[in-house]
């Protein structure tokens, strides 16, 4: 008869089995909760750790740039400034050249013509106008970019100071634990609440940084770039002045030599109408003597009185001395009335001597008064500066005739 084979060894009990399945499970379910609250942990000290890092990062960066700031706001009201100065000196060259025009209104006849120095004083106020409402614009811009700039550097202030008290704000949620005494259940605490960039205020920040720098770049050439413009219409201006006032020199020169030759000829006449006077008055005894002559053989008794040789030879000598004398009158009407002539034109050369005179010296005022652009107003001496720029100054008779 067969036997039952039977497995050596320990054998457990039906309520050993189920109670080893139950712990299996129960063992399960404490490892995951377990787990579960670890990865939990993590994520929260993830979380937390990062928002401190980040905030660390914003607190930093914040810290960083109201000190950049203040300096840049420094140097963008330097540039600011450096404009003002700029459109303020602007006002020395309008009246500058307004002055220049001003004295050249007091040209006289002739001289007040529209010449060159005149299309340059114009062309250069013009320009000096342009320039300034050019630099009154960025002036205008720089004081608009300050506003902004301080307005940025304020709020880039409160928000670092608002994130240091969000950064020790989150190391008190670092710290809270279960067993932190000052927990507790709040009242709808997950309320909404208004959310904020961290990026606005940096962004902004930097926007108005760049904007300023830019500007400030802008602002230097602009002020390099009038200053240029002005220099060279400064240059011609003055260029076109000193031509004038060569061609005016000229001019004088070419006139005080026809003075010269119209006194010598005055001169030579006035010697010549001498000279026929006396002749007339010469030949005018002459004619006295041929008449009294005449007169005198009248008086021959009975059959003397006749027309012999002498009497024919005084007759014509008569005649003679009155043609001649005739002629002399006429050439010294005529001389006469030549010289009057001659002491017109010589009034006409010195009266326009007198003008351009006159038109010399107001261009030599001009530039006296356009060295003020060029030497600082403090070294500026105008009696100094006109004796060493007096060019064929006038002399008290054409002053006298001007």
């Known amino acids: 008869m067969a036997s039952l084979s039977v497995k050596p060894g320990q054998r457990f009990t039906m309520p050993d089995w189920q109670n080893h399945s139950l712990l299996i499970s129960a063992d399960a379910e404490q490892q995951r909760y377990n787990s579960h609250n670890v990865r939990q942990e993590g994520r929260v000290l993830r979380n937390e750790t990062g928002n401190q890092i980040h905030m660390t990062f914003w607190k930093d960066f914040l810290e960083s740039k109201p000190l950049s700031t203040p300096h840049l706001v420094d140097c963008f009201f330097q540039v600011k400034e450096a ?24 040209r006289r006849d002739i001289d007040v013509v ?13 320009t000096i106008e342009k320039v300034k409402k050019e630099l009154q614009q960025r002036v205008d811009e720089a004081f608009k970019q300050l506003c902004l700039l301080k307005e940025a550097r304020q709020e880039l202030s409160l928000d670092h100071r608002h994130k240091v008290e969000a950064l020790e704000l989150d190391r008190q949620c670092l710290a809270f634990n279960v067993n932190s005494g000052n927990i507790s259940f709040k009242v709808n605490p997950t309320r909404p609440w208004d959310a904020f960039s961290f990026h606005h205020n940096k962004d902004r920040a930097e926007a ?13 050439l602009t002020i390099a770039q009038t200053n240029n413009e002005l220099d060279a219409q400064r240059i011609a201006t003055e260029f076109a002045i000193r031509k004038r006032m060569r061609d005016m020199e000229g001019a004088l020169s070419e006139l005080r030599w026809q003075e010269k030759n119209t006194l010598d000829e005055i001169a030579d006449m006035e010697e010549e109408i001498r000279q026929l006077e006396d002749d007339i008055r010469k030949r005018t005894l002459d004619l006295k003597v041929a008449h009294t002559r005449l007169e005198t053989r009248t008086y021959r008794p009975h059959i003397e009185l006749c027309r012999d040789q002498a009497q024919y030879g005084l007759t014509d000598e008569v005649q003679q001395l009155e043609k001649t004398i005739r002629a002399l009158q006429d050439k010294r009407t005529e001389s006469q009335n030549t010289l009057d002539g001659l002491y017109r034109q010589l009034h006409r050369i010195q009266t326009d001597i007198g003008y351009k ?6 261009d030599n005022k001009c530039m006296v008064s356009r060295r003020k652009l060029v030497v600082p107003v403090e070294k500026f ?7 060493s720029r007096a060019r064929n100054l006038p002399n008290k008779s054409e002053l006298e005739l001007a």
Do not use: M
Request: net charge negative; with cysteine; glycine share 2%.
């Open 357 to 362: 005179t006159n038109s010399l010296q107001l």
């Open 381 to 387: 001496d105008p009696e100094v500066d006109a004796v």
């Open 114 to 126: 529209r010449d060159p120095v005149e299309e340059e004083l114009v062309k250069e106020v013009k």
């Open 83 to 106: 404009a003002e100065n700029a459109l303020q000196a602007k006002n020395l060259w309008l009246d500058v050249a307004i002055e220049c025009l001003t004295f050249r209104e007091s």
């Open 208 to 220: 108005e940084l760049k904007a300023s720098v830019d500007l400030r770049g802008a602002i230097t």
